[in-house]
Nanobody, 121 residues
Framework: QIQLVESGGGMVQTGGSLRLSCTGT???????MGWFRQASGKEREFVAA????????RFSDSVKGRFTISRGAARNTVYLQMNNLKPEDTATYYC???????????????WGKGALVTVSS
C-alpha cells in the first residue's frame, strides 16, 4: 500500500524552529518528493521539493533562506527543517510524491494526511 506519513508538527513562537518528517513506502525512493501547505481559507501552495537523488532542491520565495529540505539515508524519508518561523507560516503541511517536475513543482497523486504547524506572535 502506497502511503505517506508526516510527523513533527506543533506550536512554536515566532523565530522558533520545527522539523517535519515524511516517511513513504520504498516506491518513492527514486522520485522527487516535497511539501505543500494550506492555511485556513487559502489554497494549497508549494513549499519545497527535493529530487530523487537528494542533490537538487527547490523552495518557494516565501520560505527561501529559512527552510531546508533533505532526504534521509533510507531515501524514503524527507525532512523539512523550518527555521525563523513566522505567523504567516501557520498552516497544515502536506507531504507529496512523486512531484512530477522540479521545475513546474506540479504535485503528484499521493498525499499525506498533513501536519499542523502553528506559529504564535
Amino acid at each position: 500500500q502506497i502511503q505517506l506519513v508526516e510527523s513533527g508538527g506543533g506550536m512554536v513562537q515566532t523565530g522558533g524552529s520545527l522539523r517535519l518528517s515524511c516517511t513513504g513506502t520504498s516506491a518513492f525512493n527514486d522520485y522527487n518528493m516535497g511539501w505543500f501547505r494550506q492555511a485556513s481559507g487559502k489554497e494549497r501552495e508549494f513549499v519545497a521539493a527535493v529530487s530523487g537523488s537528494g542533490g537538487l532542491t527547490r523552495f518557494s520565495d516565501s520560505v527561501k533562506g529559512r527552510f531546508t529540505i533533505s532526504r534521509g539515508a533510507a531515501r524514503n524519508t524527507v525532512y523539512l527543517q523550518m527555521n525563523n518561523l513566522k505567523p504567516e507560516d501557520t498552516a497544515t503541511y502536506y507531504c507529496n510524491a512523486p512531484i512530477e517536475s522540479m521545475h513546474s513543482r506540479t504535485p503528484g497523486p499521493f498525499w499525506g494526511k498533513g501536519a499542523l504547524v502553528t506559529v504564535s506572535s
